[in-house]
């Protein structure tokens, strides 16, 4: 007779491998909708991600986004990746229900379509508004979903954005703007920027960008946050950089596809990189070259699954030590314990942690004896904790 723990846990398992199915599928079906092939192009966002690592970004163009990554038998893993891959689309759609709900003249997903020493280039602007109230103006707003939000923006956002803002001034009145699987609707292909906006709008915008104000911005959304990054201007050195970096991408493809779809020899991300462990191109990326030792293997098994459940119990704990210090304020015992089984408890108040605030001391020191004797003082005063030994794990993506 079948175990009905494991008949639930089959099932379970079967509902995981469906959801992640769908969802590759999806991502396949709206990239294909949206940017069309990218292997026929640079975009803006393969010139962010080359100047951060050239092998990952050739390794993109050639095998796509890792959409065909085969992890069966690390379901958890691959749905993880998944949800993460999409939230960006799901963001967007929702702030797209925003704008379309104020019924503001915002163009979404604006293709600028241009060609740079033979090398085609394509950008994809997540949302263009255009007014010509006043002085005619131009927004370019890009969305990035991030699991926190950073302080500052990292450069290969930064990049991608002067790119973009930098090819809609380039090319205004050349007939490079679209709107990507639109071609038989208003704002098809092939038109300047003052005609889609004639066409999509009923807008009449300058001849010439010199007219208008041209600004993008970067929003940044995590679950429970969102911050705005800008303005960012049209800057011919910015775009020079972005153009000759394209080239540079596309000269390092066709190489690839000429030497059978190879990324040997291809430069590699310097230092600690955060998308190290995200990669697919990691499981034979040179950067991690070292020892086969596969004995290794179940105790780092054993480790992943520790430090998960090690987040799940510092949830529960919390949750238990606050139901009971609500308990005990409920009870009102005026400080003594409660009694409860093998163990006893209560809440007392504590003072707060003391801390010194460097800066400020520093400002202090620095009004009483000056700069640079403040400086002194403070440096006498550190001190550095001994070295230590870090471990570091990362996960192997295999390909199929
Ligand atoms: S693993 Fe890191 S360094 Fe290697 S290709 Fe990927 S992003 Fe680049």
């Known amino acids: 007779m079948n175990d009905p723990a494991q008949v639930q846990v089959d099932r379970s398992h079967g509902l995981m491998a469906l959801l992640a199915k769908g969802l590759i599928e999806s991502s396949v079906q709206r990239t294909a909708s949206s940017l069309g092939d990218r292997r026929r192009y640079i975009g803006m966002s393969d010139i962010g991600r080359a100047l951060e690592c050239p092998r990952a970004a050739v390794g993109r163009k050639l095998f796509g986004n890792g959409d065909a ?5 690390d379901l958890p893993s691959l749905l993880g990746n998944q949800l993460l891959l999409q939230r960006g689309h799901w963001f967007e759609a929702g702030i797209a229900q925003v704008f379309r709900q104020q019924h503001l003249p915002v163009i979404e997903q604006l293709e600028v ?7 085609p280039i394509r950008a994809h602007l997540d949302f263009v508004f255009a007014s010509a109230v006043g002085r005619p103006t131009v927004r370019i707003l890009e969305l990035k979903s991030c699991e926190n939000i950073p302080s500052t ?21 050349q007939p490079a703007f679209g ?3 639109e071609t038989d609707r208003q704002g098809g292909s092939g038109l300047t920027f003052p005609q889609i906006c004639r066409e ?12 208008v104000d041209i600004e993008a911005w970067v929003l940044c959304l995590s679950m429970s946050d969102a911050k705005a990054f ?41 230092g600690f990189h955060p998308l190290c462990s995200w990669c697919e191109f990691n499981a034979d990326c040179p950067k991690f070259d070292g020892l086969e030792q596969p004995q290794w293997s179940d105790t780092l098994d054993l480790l992943k699954d520790l430090k998960a459940r090690q987040g799940e119990l510092e949830v529960e704990i919390s949750e238990i030590e606050e139901g009971l210090r609500s308990a005990y304020a409920l009870c009102d015992v005026g400080g003594s314990w409660i009694d409860a089984g093998h163990h006893r408890f209560r809440v007392s108040a504590q003072n707060g942690r003391r801390t010194l605030n460097k800066e400020q001391l520093r400002l202090e020191l620095m009004a009483v004896l000056g700069e640079e004797k403040a400086d002194e003082i403070i440096a006498r005063c550190e001190s550095e904790g001994k070295p230590f030994d870090r471990l570091t794990v990362s996960r192997i993506n295999k390909r199929s």
Do not use: I
């Open 69 to 73: 990554l085969t992890h069966r038998h």
């Open 113 to 119: 379509a241009t060609s740079h020493h033979g090398v």
């Open 230 to 270: 800008g303005p960012y201007l049209p800057d011919d050195t910015m775009l020079s950089l972005c153009l000759n970096k394209a080239k540079e991408l596309w000269l390092k493809f066709d190489a690839s596809k000429v030497s059978g779809g190879g990324l040997d020899g291809l430069e590699t991300a310097q």
């Open 179 to 181: 709107v990507h699987g």
């Open 153 to 173: 923006l990292y450069s290969s956002y930064e990049t991608q954005v002067y790119g973009q803002v930098g090819l809609l001034d380039a090319v205004w009145d």
């Open 200 to 211: 999509k709008f009923g807008v009449e915008m300058p001849a010439h960008p010199s007219e």
